[in-house]
């Protein structure tokens, strides 16, 4: 069903602030969320008021605090809060330094669930013009290739680059399928594909419920996906002294952030590093696919997305997830 | 066949340094094929003496030199030197500057050829309690998922972290097989697997030859394999002035590699992220798998590989590829 962007809006900071946040802290987590819908991104997205671990459910301790600060970094500790509003913050303040240094590395600990896409974070930084990379650590869900046990979480990474015109932003899970994909096909009834994940026998399953308690499989069901969700681990977990190879429940449950922002400055200059990021675009979109359509380039794409949604002022939600959070604005 | 590992380097240096570069030189470019052979990349090894761009025979312009530098970074110009001797001078470059400064970007532009077993330089990042990050670029050959030509190069990944122990070294190609997986099963009369490569009309081919008129597919034949691709291009590339969708031929030819140097004391600090890096290390390897091996840590357990070589003091080599090599040393 379609709904307004600014009704969806209302609906979510009204959740978010129904308990434990201000409407401003809700604005900013809601932002998040939003930007997932926008961008196509739904297991990101409104979803993350239900499911496992419901934003609004999470109680944060104290506000958001810089712990160590240098030139070049700062160490933050999330208060306990949502992992979207303590990330929205450790992205102003990487941003904040990069300014004055050409390059900041800002860890985020302590916060209590996940930081919504990923995206969103590396594509602020882009809009900066500036480079952005960013990992999110999260409680175990994924086995090793040939694995029978859940070691790291699905850990996802951005990367971002500003262009002449829309900035390019990838984002991926280092693993087969997100944690809320199997919540989102667990809501809506529907099975996951033959290859993202295994019961607690280790046998490839289609049943989101049996995946939970099994584990899922790494990106491509290769080393490279256990690999690259090692280096998020430590980037991200190991580096900030939040949570690596943790489980949901430990505490503290301490999912860790890391991002990195580098000025083009440093190296061959942010003019010219645009003009090649807008000529590298104009180079991939002019080569052959078998079905004729134009190469897609992420990020960049999706701005065109999210305008015309704009435009319209109206989203796309699954019928069956904007009723569920409907009762939720309800009952709170 | 096994050889002593000092009898291959003697051969490899003599080959190395019959035309264009310095005994000091081509021991400099030997010590990083020999690694890749160590270490069990075997077509990042001495088959680079051999192939579609022998590193013996690109003739550098002038020596490597800094064309810029700042507190955090450095822009290097190669000279056009083969990959390995640029890049090792990138990697004393990138780890002085951190050393300053506790964090370093180093850009490299100007090479002619592949910089050999990526894991290399990020291994010697590690192995002076800094955490590395390495990309490099190369010219096109692989395609993109559904797509029909050559887009992105084979374009390697490495991120590497030092332990109380060995260093953790992870390192991949964001193609499905490397440009000298095509040139080794060529040399060795191998087929490759039927999920790596496709030939010029996009039908997916084992035959090395028709891969290499074709194209290699992405890492898993994934969007996220092309994604990771598109990184290396802007941030090896396009970031350093080097080639991004580039094609082998072009003049200049210029293969791009990016070094990102880390100091743990920006965050949480070296002895703290080292007790914590150690600890995943133990964590992964207490998991079950089905085979009931210990899960394998990259890099971590290459160690004990070399260690075991260099004891005995000799290496495995296919004969076929030890006989050309004998044979291009007796030519020059």
Not at 82 to 94: H, I, K, R, W, Y
Not at 165 to 170: A, D, L, N
């Amino acid at each position: 069903m379609k709904i307004k962007v600014t009704d969806l809006n209302k609906v979510v900071v009204n959740i978010l602030s129904s308990k434990f946040y201000s409407e401003q802290e809700a604005e900013k987590i809601s932002e998040v969320l939003l930007y997932a819908e926008l961008a196509g991104k739904n297991t990101q997205g409104v979803l993350k008021l239900m499911g496992t671990e419901p934003a609004q459910n999470i109680k944060p301790e104290y506000t958001a605090k810089i712990l160590k600060e240098t030139k070049a970094s700062a160490l933050i500790d999330g208060g306990g809060s949502a992992g979207p509003l303590s990330a929205q913050f450790g992205t102003d303040t990487a941003i904040r330094i990069a300014k004055e240094n050409g390059f900041s590395i800002v860890g985020l600990k302590n916060t209590r669930s996940s930081i919504g896409a990923i995206g969103f974070y590396a594509r602020k930084i882009a809009r900066q013009n500036f480079i952005g990379i960013v990992m999110a650590g999260c409680p175990r869900s994924v086995a090793l290739v040939g694995g029978l046990e859940q070691v790291y979480g699905t850990d996802p990474m951005a990367f971002s680059f500003p262009t002449n015109e829309h900035p390019i932003v990838f984002d991926m899970s280092t693993a087969a399928i997100t944690w809320y994909g199997l919540v989102r096909a667990k809501t809506l009834g529907q099975k996951l594909s033959d290859d993202v994940a295994i019961d607690k026998d280790g046998n490839i399953t289609t049943d989101p419920t049996a995946a939970m308690s099994g584990a899922i499989l790494p990106a491509g069901n290769s080393y490279k996906g256990s690999g690259l969700a090692m280096v998020v681990e430590l980037l991200a977990g190991a580096l900030n002294g939040a949570g690596f190879v943790f489980d949901k429940g430990d505490k503290p449950d301490d999912w860790g952030t890391t991002f990195i922002v580098i000025s083009p400055d440093l190296l061959i200059g942010t003019e010219e590093f645009k003009k090649n990021s807008s000529e590298l675009v104009r180079k991939v979109k002019s080569k052959k696919t078998k079905d004729g359509k134009v190469p897609h380039i992420p990020g960049y794409d999706t701005e065109f997305k999210i305008m015309d949604i704009l435009r319209t002022g109206k989203v796309e939600i699954e019928d069956t997830i904007l009723e569920q959070i409907r009762n939720i604005g309800k009952l709170d």
